[in-house]
T-cell receptor, first 112, second 115 residues
Framework: NAGVTQTPKFQVLKTGQSMTLQCAQD?????MYWYRQDPGMGLRLIYY???????DKGEVPNGYNVSRLNKREFSLRLESAAPSQTSVYFC???????????FGPGTRLTVT | SQQGEEDPQALSIQEGENATMNCSYK?????LQWYRQNSGRGLVHLIL?????REKHSGRLRVTLDTSKKSSSLLITASRAADTASYFC???????????????FGKGTKLSVIP
């Protein structure tokens, strides 16, 4: 039982490049989430998926897109990376709603 | 927008002492959660307290919730060096920007337990 896994662990992009962050959970959870964590800012919600087939914007969705590929997988795409997107990205899942969330280990992204 | 705010921002104590962290929030909530984050790692859920509960215990953790004051506290008793981490409160509240409930996190309290 791996919980929530994220790939890659580290990534460096140049401004304008695109990439997709992958997230998968093996706990049969309905809801999945993408957060970013910046120094001194806490975690901020980018997008979430309450159930398979649905996605909704969070607090900071601009510059990102998401895909809930199936119940297990939820990917985050940066179409044209900007230095302001330098951050640590966390994926999380929960059985449903806004109860206890289980977090992945994070992806550290640097955009130069 | 930051719904929850932890206080203090940083706390340094000796091993064996108790550590108390506080969280204040702005709007009505259904539940309040506490998470721990070790340096460079993902967050780990510690405890959830619902709006109709006043106190909850889990091992060495004690959480209180005062909805009239919109505040919560996390007490870690008999602290250990392994408790060194950042602690975050999170509340589910209506986020006006999206018109839906979301879980919003505070900026965290950085706890250092000195052996």
């Amino acid at each position: 039982n791996a919980g929530v896994t994220q790939t890659p662990k580290f990534q460096v992009l140049k401004t304008g490049q695109s990439m997709t962050l992958q997230c998968a959970q093996d706990m049969n959870h309905n809801s999945m989430y993408w957060y970013r964590q910046d120094p001194g800012m806490g975690l901020r919600l980018i997008y979430y998926s309450a159930s398979e087939g649905t996605t909704d914007k969070g607090e900071v969705p601009n510059g990102y897109n998401v895909s809930r590929l199936n119940k297990r997988e939820f990917s985050l795409r940066l179409e044209s990376a900007a230095p302001s997107q330098t951050s640590v990205y966390f994926c999380a899942s929960s059985p449903q709603g806004w109860d206890e969330q289980y977090f992945g280990p994070g992806t550290r992204l640097t955009v130069t | 927008s930051q719904q929850g705010e932890e206080d203090p921002q940083a706390l340094s104590i000796q091993e064996g002492e108790n550590a108390t962290m506080n969280c204040s929030y702005k709007t009505s909530i259904n539940n309040l959660q506490w998470y721990r984050q070790n340096s460079g790692r993902g967050l780990v859920h510690l405890i959830l307290i619902r709006s109709n509960e006043r106190e909850k215990h889990s091992g060495r953790l004690r959480v209180t919730l005062d909805t009239s004051k919109k505040s919560s506290s996390l007490l870690i008793t008999a602290s250990r060096a392994a408790d060194t981490a950042s602690y975050f409160c999170a509340t589910d509240a209506l986020y006006s920007g999206a018109g839906s409930y979301q879980l919003t996190f505070g900026k965290g309290t950085k706890l250092s337990v000195i052996p």
